[in-house]
Nanobody, 128 residues
Framework: VQLQASGGGLVQAGGSLRLSCAAS???????????VGWFRQAPGKEREFVAASGRSGGGSTYRDSVRGRFTISRDNAKKTVYLQMNNLKPGDTAVYYC???????????????????WGQGTLVTVSS
């Protein structure tokens, strides 16, 4: 499975961006059976969980600092996951990576090691 992320860019604080991540290649099961999500890594910091959409309509999970500002959604027919980011803050500046897994369990949703497939990353820069 290959993941291609896009949509990053430079935006002022308070602005919005929408990231997209399209899956391609052979999958072991239908896309709806994959948990998909986003992690991010800021310069000099560890990679951190941002949001995820569970398998088979399993609901969404967010890190506390983005809840209410970011929304994850997916289009299973297009094998694409989106991250709508509103009211962006300088602290959101990072490289954003999309991820996918058809084996992750709920308790491991925020664990980067639980995801076998990673996109190449897209840079989001929020200026103050």
């Amino acid at each position: 499975v290959q993941l291609q992320a896009s949509g990053g860019g430079l935006v002022q604080a308070g602005g919005s961006l929408r990231l997209s991540c399209a899956a391609s290649g052979r999958t072991h099961s239908t896309y709806s059976m994959y948990a998909v999500g986003w992690f991010r890594q800021a310069p000099g910091k560890e990679r951190e969980f941002v949001a995820a959409s569970g398998r088979s309509g399993g609901g969404s999970t967010y890190r506390d600092s983005v809840r209410g500002r970011f929304t994850i959604s997916r289009d299973n027919a297009k094998k694409t996951v989106y991250l709508q980011m509103n009211n962006l803050k300088p602290g959101d500046t990072a490289v954003y990576y999309c991820v996918a897994s058809n084996t992750v369990i709920l308790s491991q949703t925020m664990n980067p090691s639980a995801y076998a497939y990673w996109g190449q990353g897209t840079l989001v820069t929020v200026s103050s």
